[in-house]
């Protein structure tokens, strides 16, 4: 026979149906923006093909506190340790 399934999952399955339904319009919105020759900003054209940019990220804290101790303190916590920038 047939297998129950609870409301919960019912909901989840329709949520996820919607969701591929919105996904399948983006893409071809997308594709139909591509073939009107609008590119993502996040590409850079070289030799006539696309290939993305990496962002660059520069993240500073303020640090000038009154105190030495709090000074360090603070940079301790957010400082990390060993190599912080991944590639």
């Given at each position: 026979?047939?297998?129950?399934?609870?409301?919960?999952?019912?909901?989840?399955?329709?949520?996820?149906?919607?969701?591929?339904?919105?996904?399948?319009?983006?893409?071809?919105?997308l594709a139909a923006a591509k073939?009107?020759?609008?590119?993502?900003?996040?590409?850079?054209?070289?030799?006539?093909?696309?290939?993305?940019?990496?962002?660059?990220?520069?993240?500073?804290?303020?640090?000038?506190?009154?105190?030495?101790?709090?000074?360090?303190?603070?940079?301790?916590?957010?400082?990390g340790s060993g190599n912080i920038?991944?590639?």
């Open positions: 026979g047939q297998s129950a399934i609870s409301v919960d999952d019912t909901l989840k399955i329709i949520a996820c149906r919607e969701q591929h339904k919105k996904l399948d319009a983006l893409e071809m919105e073939q009107e020759g609008f590119v993502s900003k996040g590409l850079i054209e070289t030799n006539g093909t696309y290939s993305k940019r990496r962002p660059l990220v520069v993240i500073g804290i303020l640090t000038k506190f009154g105190r030495q101790k709090n000074r360090n303190a603070i940079r301790k916590a957010w400082m920038i991944l590639f």
